[in-house]
């Protein structure tokens, strides 16, 4: 008989485990190709635990550019939250050191994400989670809405549809709280036998990143430090796919038609489907974050 929260328990000392993964070296990203034996390896790494950790993905220099900006453009929501679980979601706007092929279509990343979800793969959402001091663990999920049953009970079986890339803006440690998985539960039928595999805690550094199956187990873990933990988030998907799941209250993506016309064609082929798609909520999403923090605070507990 297993004991799930023994189990999970256990994941949060990190670094007891082998986490799947694929460095990053300074030959591949010069070239801006990954050698291919190393990209089979992470291929079969992916396909069998439904997560991969890609160290070194963005530079330092890079990592500072998107932090500044992150912190900047969104100030006052990282001041404070009223959110209960203490990790407001936010849309971040594609502009600046976010506006850029590195990001949308990452050539490191393109081979492996081709692989998965065909070439013509989409950008489905460029998004924000912070977590406040404090936070619990988040609620546990999988990404992906399921395409044909409830619990993975079909879906196991079918390839992939969707994949987050989560990129933290600070070290995921245990204090701060890793993304925690429970690896191979994307081929599993149902919750209670997906958690019986047991999670794991994989440390991230700035810089790196986790990719994650859309139908893997997982969810924050709690922050124990005394550090908001941001984050920021792509979600790519076959191009036929989409999930409006957590999309009614904010828009999966922000880009005005003039930064859109500026972009990188590859990158802006990711982001075409989303044209004139969401204009409600992007006008009510927008106003709403016009508002003084004070009043937004008062009237929203969705930013
Ligand atoms: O905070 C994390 O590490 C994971 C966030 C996440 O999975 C989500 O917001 O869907």
Same mark, same amino acid.
């Given at each position: 008989? *297993?004991?799930?929260?023994?189990?999970?328990?256990?994941?949060?000392?990190? @670094?007891?485990?082998?986490?799947?993964?694929? #460095?990053?070296?300074?030959?591949?990203?010069?070239? @801006?190709?990954?050698?291919?034996?190393?990209?089979?390896?992470?291929?079969?790494?992916?396909?069998?635990?439904?997560?991969?950790?890609?160290?070194?993905?963005?530079?330092?220099?890079?990592?500072?550019?998107?932090?500044?900006? *992150?912190?900047? #453009?969104?100030?006052?929501?990282?001041?404070?939250?009223?959110?209960?679980?203490?990790?407001?979601?936010?849309?971040?706007?594609?502009?600046?050191?976010?506006?850029?092929?590195?990001?949308?279509?990452?050539?490191?990343?393109?081979?492996?994400?081709?692989?998965?979800?065909?070439?013509?793969? +989409?950008?489905?959402?460029?998004?924000?989670?912070?977590?406040?001091?404090?936070?619990?663990?988040?609620?546990?999920? %999988?990404?992906?809405?399921?395409?044909?049953?409830?619990?993975?009970?079909?879906? #196991?079986?079918?390839?992939?549809?969707?994949?987050?890339?989560?990129?933290?803006? +600070?070290?995921?440690?245990?204090?701060?709280?890793?993304?925690?998985?429970?690896?191979?539960?994307?081929?599993?039928?149902? $919750?209670?036998?997906?958690?019986?595999? @047991?999670? !794991?805690?994989?440390?991230?550094?700035?810089?790196?990143?986790?990719? $994650?199956?859309? %139908?893997? !187990?997982?969810?924050?873990? /709690?922050?124990?430090?005394?550090?908001?933990?941001? !984050?920021? *988030?792509? $979600?790519?998907?076959?191009?036929?796919?989409?999930?409006?799941?957590? *999309? $009614?209250?904010?828009?999966?993506?922000?880009?005005?038609?003039?930064?859109?016309?500026?972009?990188?064609?590859? /990158?802006?082929?990711? !982001?075409?489907?989303?044209?004139?798609?969401?204009?409600? +909520? %992007?006008?009510?999403?927008?106003?709403?974050?016009?508002?003084?923090?004070?009043?937004?605070?008062?009237?929203?507990?969705?930013?």
């Amino acid at each position: 008989m *297993y004991n799930a929260h023994q189990l999970e328990a256990n994941a949060s000392r990190v @670094g007891d485990h082998e986490v799947a993964s694929l #460095k990053i070296t300074e030959d591949e990203r010069r070239t @801006g190709r990954i050698d291919p034996q190393r990209l089979a390896e992470a291929k079969r790494l992916f396909s069998s635990q439904g997560y991969l950790r890609v160290e070194d993905l963005f530079t330092p220099d890079q990592m500072r550019a998107f932090d500044r900006q *992150y912190r900047s #453009k969104n100030a006052s929501l990282l001041a404070a939250t009223n959110k209960a679980d203490s990790r407001p979601l936010f849309t971040l706007q594609i502009e600046g050191a976010f506006a850029d092929a590195q990001v949308l279509d990452n050539p490191l990343l393109r081979p492996l994400l081709s692989h998965f979800l065909g070439e013509d793969f +989409i950008v489905a959402a460029v998004s924000a989670v912070a977590s406040f001091p404090g936070a619990p663990d988040q609620f546990l999920h %999988r990404d992906a809405e399921q395409l044909f049953s409830e619990d993975n009970e079909i879906d #196991k079986d079918l390839p992939v549809t969707t994949i987050t890339m989560l990129a933290p803006l +600070i070290d995921f440690t245990h204090e701060t709280g890793c993304t925690r998985v429970w690896p191979g539960s994307h081929r599993i039928a149902g $919750t209670e036998a997906g958690l019986a595999v @047991g999670s !794991l805690d994989p440390e991230l550094r700035v810089g790196s990143v986790l990719l $994650t199956d859309g %139908r893997v !187990l997982h969810r924050g873990a /709690a922050n124990r430090s005394d550090r908001v933990r941001p !984050l920021f *988030y792509l $979600t790519f998907h076959r191009s036929w796919f989409r999930d409006f799941g957590g *999309y $009614t209250e904010r828009p999966p993506i922000l880009v005005s038609d003039r930064e859109l016309a500026r972009l990188d064609p590859g /990158a802006r082929a990711r !982001l075409a489907w989303f044209r004139d798609a969401y204009a409600g +909520i %992007r006008l009510k999403y927008l106003v709403k974050r016009r508002l003084p923090p004070w009043l937004r605070l008062r009237i929203s507990r969705d930013l």
